[in-house]
């Protein structure tokens, strides 16, 4: 079992730049893909990125270009550094990892791009 806590997020300005992370406790992550998804009120949650346990990484295409997906495998953390915001990218963002067919979340953190 692991447990995911997202930390990092708040208010940007379009055109920001803002770094959140996720932290894991419980289980290490180094065998582990790990995501980021996000969600928006009324919406469904949506897949921003992935990094595998061999840290390639894959992007959902409204992110990519300016989001990165790292991983920090000592430190059992995941960051997803955003730049170039837009307002359409505020949502909540949560992380997550498939561990022998179950679902982890953490409880999310609010990025809200604004002037």
């Known amino acids: 079992q692991v447990q995911l806590v997202e930390s990092g997020g708040g208010l940007v300005q379009p055109g920001g730049s803002l770094k959140v992370s996720c932290a894991a406790s419980g289980s290490s992550i180094r065998p582990y893909h790990m995501n980021w998804y996000r969600q928006t009120p009324g919406k469904q949650r949506e897949w921003v990125a992935t990094?595998?346990?061999?840290?390639?990484?894959n992007y959902a295409d409204p992110v990519k270009g300016r989001f990165t997906i790292s991983r920090d495998n000592a430190r059992n953390t995941v960051y997803l550094q955003m730049n170039s915001l837009k307002p359409e990218d505020t949502a909540v963002y949560y992380c997550?990892?498939?561990?022998?067919?179950?679902?982890?979340w953490g409880q999310g953190t609010q990025v809200t791009v604004s002037s």
């Open positions: 997550n990892t498939r561990i022998l067919g179950v679902n982890y």
């Open positions: 990094i595998t346990s061999a840290g390639s990484t």
